[in-house]
């Protein structure tokens, strides 16, 4: 479903309903009537109408959204945190190798997003983009800004290893239960 508000348009899938100009309803009554199914995408969107740097925010977040979700980044990142995981402990301090991992993790995302962002939008200018990425982060999704922020903040980077260390333990305790009702 898309909201073409420029045309006062809703748009799903393969139906198009026309709402008045001056008609304005919430966004429940609008969908109602809809069946989306368990395994349907569902999407509101706003194309333009908008001044140029909200559009340009708009297309640079978004491209950002896709490149996280992909499946090539993930398996960067799990990579990652499978070859480093086992350094990290849940104490308070910090041991001076974290920082070392942390900027290798830096540098690694931060080289990998800027040349997918910069495949996918030629024109893109880095600089411009950590300003608005900065100046506008309340309007970014939470995942991804937490994925942002797990390579430019240090706090955040290591919760990130931390809630993988526990995921390990947890599968490797999980994997000797069943090992155990095995054998007995």
């Given at each position: 479903i898309k909201l073409n508000q420029k045309e006062n348009m809703i748009v799903t899938g393969k139906s198009t309903q026309?709402?008045?100009?001056?008609?304005?309803?919430?966004?429940?009554?609008?969908?109602?009537?809809i069946d989306f199914g368990e395994?349907?995408?569902?999407?509101?969107?706003?194309?333009?109408?908008?001044?140029?740097?909200?559009?340009?925010?708009?297309?640079?977040?978004?491209?950002?959204?896709?490149?996280?979700?992909?499946?090539?980044f993930e398996l960067l990142?799990?990579?990652?945190?499978?070859?480093?995981?086992?350094?990290?402990?849940?104490?308070?301090?910090?041991?001076?190798?974290?920082?070392?991992?942390?900027?290798?993790?830096?540098k690694k995302i931060e080289r990998y997003l800027e040349n997918k962002l910069k495949e996918r939008i030629p024109d893109l200018d880095m600089k411009?983009?950590?300003?608005?990425?900065?100046?506008?982060?309340?309007?970014?999704d939470s995942q991804l800004l937490d994925t942002l922020l797990s390579f430019t903040d240090f706090v955040q980077f290591k919760e990130l290893m931390l809630d993988h260390l526990r995921s390990k333990k947890k599968a490797k305790a999980k994997k000797k239960s069943k090992a155990r009702r095995v054998i007995v």
């Open positions: 026309k709402s008045s100009g001056t008609d304005t309803k919430p966004i429940e009554d609008l969908t109602e009537d395994d349907e995408d569902f999407e509101i969107a706003n194309y333009g109408g908008g001044n140029a740097e909200d559009d340009m925010f708009d297309n640079m977040v978004g491209t950002l959204q896709d490149i996280v979700l992909e499946e090539e990142q799990r990579t990652f945190l499978d070859e480093n995981y086992h350094v990290f402990e849940e104490t308070e301090e910090n041991k001076m190798e974290y920082l070392g991992i942390f900027k290798a993790y830096q411009q983009f950590f300003e608005l990425i900065t100046s506008r982060g309340d309007e970014i």
